[in-house]
């Protein structure tokens, strides 16, 4: 089995069409067809139905892409693993965060892992949760960090601290002398800005959102939140809230985003609130590459 051919094939299934495949390979449509043809040749099966104007797997090709996707990794684990016994660890690590995660967790990890292996470089994505799951499933990043619900049909988890949510606010808004803490029930009339998870379209995708928390346990301590605002932007909310539009109330990773701005964070007390659970996540039966592997070690 030619294992070119097989890769142009993998790139013809995850582009959907040749001419975008080819585009992505960098080689002529006509070439590519060709190349396609003679797999199946190869093979004695039909890869594709092509009756419609997207390709679409047949059952052989689909049993052939997932098995395809294994031989690719192994082949490229055994030539990384290879080039570290020879000369240390190199190569890509491709992760994706969500922008408060990304912010705190991941700059110190990576400042570690970098000091013992400086010859490796990164590929940084951000999104939502829902978006991270979804390039980990189009195996364009190998590891993703985001805030749970997660299918644990799909993914495998580390677990990563708790922390809890604060209320952002403007020296302008500041209304207690604690520079650390609020009451929960001192949020009462206050204008609130809150974060709200992206729905998602995926099979994974859970409605769970930091909002529906907030306002659970402010009706929990006898009042209904003044909410002005909800977002799923982050960024949007700490900048609304810099401008003196209302209190927002984060995760306290979210005040890494911006950190030279003159926003005050205080902890949410009586009762504490704590943000949705995060976790470092990947493909479960993904054969992971050994950069990968050595940088989960500084999760565990």
Known sequence: MDLRRMKYFIAIVE???ISLAAKKLNISQPPLSQQLKLFEE????????????KLILTDEGRFLYEKALEIVEMLDQTEQELKELSHGITGTLNIGTIPSL???ILPIKVKDFRMKYPEVTFQVWEGDPNRIMELLEKRIIELGIVRLPIDKEIFELISLPDEPMVAAMSRNLEFNDDPDFVNLADLKDKPLMLLRR????????????????????????GFEPNIICESSNLMTLLSWANHDIGITII???????????KLI????????????????????????????????????
């Open 198 to 221: 992206a729905a998602g379209t995926s099979i994974y995708n859970q409605s769970m959102y930091d909002i529906d928390m907030v306002k659970s346990a402010c009706r929990d301590a």
């Open 42 to 53: 190869e093979l004695g099966t039909i890869l594709f139905e092509r009756n419609t104007r």
């Open 251 to 261: 995760p306290r990773s979210g005040g890494k985003l911006i950190p030279d701005s």
């Open 15 to 17: 582009e959907g069409q």
């Open 265 to 300: 964070y205080k902890r949410i007390i009586n009762p504490d609130i704590m943000a949705r659970p995060s976790a470092l996540i990947w493909l479960k039966e993904r054969r992971l590459s050994i950069v990968v592997k050595r940088f989960m070690e500084y999760f565990s």
């Open 102 to 104: 990304g912010a705190e």
